[in-house]
């Protein structure tokens, strides 16, 4: 039985580590794609990326089980997300551009449920840049006004988004990526694994 426990407590440990061990693959597919030498084109990486999450988030599901299996595969495919964002972040910005705004719109992101980030207003400033690139930037408060010049950051092989010279701080997404993956994982360690008839034998 000593054997037989064992052997499930290392399951369920396994299991506990999957998100961290997901979270640090996603971030270094992300981080290639974002920045490599040799990354991959936009389709390859979107479609890698999608396998990479769907795949963590089955395996986790599979052997925690129910409706904890449902909610934990959730939170951690959230937590994904937020670590890709975090490697968004994190990505070399080596060109700058001062640029008019043109115009200012912005659009309400609701929260996913409990445990997810909170609803949040996003800000698209379309821009006029020399040269045409970047078009847009987009950011979580007011940072200007129509007519305004901003000075902004930006990759030129058009990798990553652009950002406000500066502004550019992986924290935030990765503090939320850690606390969902955070909660995914107790909810594996926590999760029992059902007896099976073997196990209904030892303890009658």
Known sequence: MGVHDGGRRVRRA??????WVAAGGVYGWASWCYGGSSAPSGAVALVGGAVLVLGCCAAYAVPVGGSGGFFGALL????????????????????T???????????????????APPTRTVYRFVLG?????????????????????VEVAYDPAQRVSAELEGRTTPWKPAAWAAALLGLSTVIAWAKRAPEGPS?????S
């Open 97 to 115: 551009a001062t640029c008019a705004v043109r115009e200012v719109h912005t659009k309400v992101q609701h929260s996913a449920g409990e445990g």
């Open 129 to 149: 840049c020399p040269g045409g690139y970047p078009a847009e930037l987009k950011e979580d408060r007011a940072v200007a006004a129509v007519g305004d010049r």
């Open 76 to 95: 951690l495919s959230l937590g994904m997300l937020l670590t890709v964002a975090a490697a968004d972040q994190a990505a070399a910005r080596p060109a």
């Open 199 to 203: 196990d209904r034998l030892r303890t």
């Open 14 to 19: 396994g299991t506990a580590v999957l998100p």
